[in-house]
């Protein structure tokens, strides 16, 4: 998704749905490390791209960008016999199965616009979040 932020206010930003998730739930989180004087600046701007995101959505070519995404991430965890490795053990100890990325891959294939944009009017909102300031501010 598109940051509208101007990319001068800060140094970088992330952010993931549902990160850390393993066998309890993940997380959603933005961040960025920015200058002090830019905090409420870029705060508002994380703010209206929630807004943007959970009323406009994602399009088709944002979709499809976030598969190949997902599809590369897939290809890097294969990339050595120790990921392998460690990827299986992890698989085998969440119970997921060892087929479990061939269902993620088919069910990422399956997943519409129309799904994607639904989730997001139902969780791209700032309610909830807790504002975490690190640093001389």
């Not at 509208?4 to 992330?14: C, E, K, Q």
């Not at 959970?54 to 944002?62: I, N, Q, R």
């Not at 519409?112 to 639904?118: K, L, P, R, V």
Request: hydrophobic share 40%; charged share 20%.
């Amino acid at each position: 998704f598109p940051v509208t932020i101007a990319p001068s206010l800060f140094y970088t930003a992330s952010g993931a749905f549902g990160s850390g998730a393993s066998l309890i739930s993940g997380f959603d989180q933005v961040g960025a490390i920015i200058s002090p004087e830019n905090i409420e600046v870029v705060t508002k701007g994380f703010e209206q791209m929630f807004k943007e995101l959970a009323h406009g959505g994602v399009d088709h070519d944002e979709l499809n960008a976030a598969r190949t995404l997902f599809t590369k991430d897939i290809i890097d965890v294969m990339s050595d016999t120790s990921s392998i490795a460690r990827t299986l053990c992890k698989l085998e100890a969440y119970g997921l199965g060892f087929d479990y990325y061939d269902t993620m891959l088919k069910r990422l294939q399956d997943f519409t616009t129309d799904d994607i944009n639904a989730l997001a009017k139902k969780y791209a909102t700032m309610d909830g979040m807790t504002r975490v300031l690190v640093g001389r501010v």
